[in-house]
């Protein structure tokens, strides 16, 4: 499968767009003004300087993530991810949002469309409140509207260009993974080596040693479920006690696993008397990682200690809380939010 951080675009709609619009992304790659944004400011849009309060005392229990569903022109995704990257993401990292990555549906047994690509973007925000702040005119009183906004708004429709719809966002509460190291101390136990044949999943006693680490093309798995209801808080105390540790172990790196919320916004879905929604979005080095981490395949990996146990049984306490489960595999960038300095300008302002 192609590498998408090094492929070329072969099907946007024509040549020359596709010069034009790597000019662009380019600019913002070497950070020079666009369309002649610099110092001065345009008369029909006064300089709107700000200053800012202190940090909302706000807990982890407030942050709210949106997960916005995309669909492009065919081999747009990687422009659309420049633009973001050197345009979007500065300014919204600039009003306190933080992007988790952006990646593109993939389907590594076949499928998907000849029309378009689909795609999803993951950013997080302290609370609701700060999303809306996030929006419109409320950007401008939290950020300014100096270049960098600028830079965002030629950014947006630089995207809009290579944007085909979308199916909407969801609006996630629950936890999102830090990846911390882990202490999984070993079995006060001898072996000694039977065969050299590959373990079979009903041994007694399943030690393993591994092998060295496998390349490939990283894949996000993004899991979608119908749960029972008010089944949520219980499955992601069983996630991170007895899922996460094992699937750490085995290479794999959680992103979180979050219920659907429905504020006063357009979401991609409604609010049912019947379940909830979850989302859980995880980090494999490639898809032949994530098949080998499934039930039945993990043991050859991982072992069947007390770590697998417990991981095995909050899987199935899982599935019997779960009424419909689907899942998508994704490839793109993964964003870590890296430092990001834009200068304050020269100007001075005083109170009106």
């Known amino acids: 499968m192609e590498r998408l951080g090094t492929h070329r675009c072969r099907t946007v709609s024509t040549v020359r767009q596709t010069g034009v619009i790597l000019a662009v992304v380019g600019a913002f790659a070497a950070g020079f003004p666009v369309q002649g944004v610099g110092r001065g400011q345009d008369p029909a849009d006064p300089p709107r300087p700000t200053r800012n309060d202190l940090e909302r005392p706000l807990g982890p229990s407030d942050e709210v ?12 995704h990687e422009l659309y991810y420049r633009a973001s990257l050197f345009g979007v993401w500065p300014w919204f990292e600039r009003l306190g949002a933080r992007m988790t990555g952006q990646w593109q549906v ?7 469309s000849p029309e378009f690509d689909e795609g999803y973007r993951l950013a997080r925000y302290a609370s609701f409140e700060h999303w809306r702040h996030t929006r419109g005119a409320l950007s401008h009183a939290l950020g300014g509207n100096g270049p960098n906004r600028e830079r965002n708004n030629q950014a947006l429709r630089t995207r ?7 199916n909407g966002g969801y609006f996630l509460q629950g936890l999102t993974a830090t990846n911390r190291p882990r202490f999984l101390p070993a079995m006060d136990e001898e072996y000694e080596r039977v065969d050299t044949l590959p373990p079979a999943p009903g041994d007694e006693v399943i030690a393993v040693r591994n092998d060295v680490d496998r390349p490939g093309i990283e894949t996000v798995v993004l899991r979608y479920a119908r749960i029972r209801k008010g089944a949520f808080d219980e499955i ?4 991170v006690a007895q899922v996460w540790p094992f699937e750490d172990k085995m290479g794999g790196r959680p992103i979180g696993q979050w219920r659907v919320i429905y504020p006063d916004a357009r979401s991609r879905t409604e609010e049912s008397p019947d379940y909830d929604e979850m989302i859980t979005m995880s980090r494999y080095a490639s898809y032949d990682h994530y098949l080998a981490t499934r039930p039945g395949q993990a043991v050859s990996m991982g072992g069947n200690g007390p770590d697998w146990q417990a991981w095995r049984s909050a899987l199935e306490a899982e599935a019997e809380r779960t009424l419909e489960t689907t899942v998508e595999f994704l490839q793109g960038f993964t ?3 890296p430092p990001s300095y834009q200068p304050g300008l020269p100007e001075r302002y005083r109170f009106r």
Not at 160 to 166: D, K, R, V
């Open 65 to 76: 993530l949106m997960l916005r569903h995309q669909r492009l022109q065919k081999g747009a």
């Open 106 to 112: 993939v389907f590594p047994e076949g499928g998907g």
């Open 160 to 166: 809009a260009e290579y944007g085909l719809g979308s």
């Open 236 to 239: 992601l105390r069983a996630t």
């Open 335 to 337: 964003h870590t939010s």
